[in-house]
């Protein structure tokens, strides 16, 4: 049985949005299984929905996955109590906010929500991965999280340049790291899109854990003439989710 669970999740793993469809041969030589096998294993998960079938006798993930994403999403506990402070940022400052957490070696979008004069960001669509080095967001997740983990992650994951201002020296990140501990926000400062600047800031629970982190994306021109406000702005948002979250330690910046 634990078996069949773990084939059935290297299956959906192999999809992203460079190999949206799959043969049966492809999957087979893929996870070195055998071609009735790896029949067997995506004909199982089209029928209770997790995969399609095109009329090429391809696979793609099925609909499925979308109602059970969108029930995770609105079920959430962190998801549910940020959604009020976010919306209060989004009216307020009329920029995109988003809300992340680190899953094993990536940052996740978990909530998005774009003010009316917001730029749009399409590499941060809701349930989208990232490099969290590059971003206020993960960066702060890095940030508070044990030095042995962080390298682990940047082993993994190395340290991609998606701008000239992408950090990609790992030292230079663990002591950039070190400082947002101290401090308590990051800033990306056009590290994965051009002209466009985020600050970030920790979300913790009831035992004092970071589990998420709150970010304003603003573009550069905009963020460079406000940049304290909208710092100020986010590490207090930052502070009222944690609050709902059940924690009461966090001091403004």
Known sequence: ???????????????????????????????????????????????????????????????????????????????????PIMEQLAAQYQETIHLAILDDTQLVYVDKLEGKQAVRVEVTALGARLYPHCSSLGKVLLAFRPEVEVRRILKINGLPRLTPNTITDPEELVQALAKIRKQGYAYDLEEIVMDLCCVGAPVYDYRGDVIAALSMSIPAYRFQRAQTEFRKAIVRAAKLVSERMGYYGCTGN
């Open 1 to 83: 049985m634990l078996q069949t669970i773990d084939k059935a999740s290297q299956v959906l793993s192999l999809f992203d949005r460079e190999h949206t469809e799959w043969g049966v041969r492809e999957v087979a030589a893929r996870l070195g299984l055998a071609k009735s096998s790896a029949h067997d294993l995506l004909n199982s998960l089209a029928q209770v929905g997790l995969l399609g079938k095109t009329d090429a006798a391809r696979y793609r993930l099925g609909w499925r996955l979308v109602e059970l994403s969108e029930t995770l999403l609105a079920t959430t506990e962190l998801r549910r109590e940020a959604r």
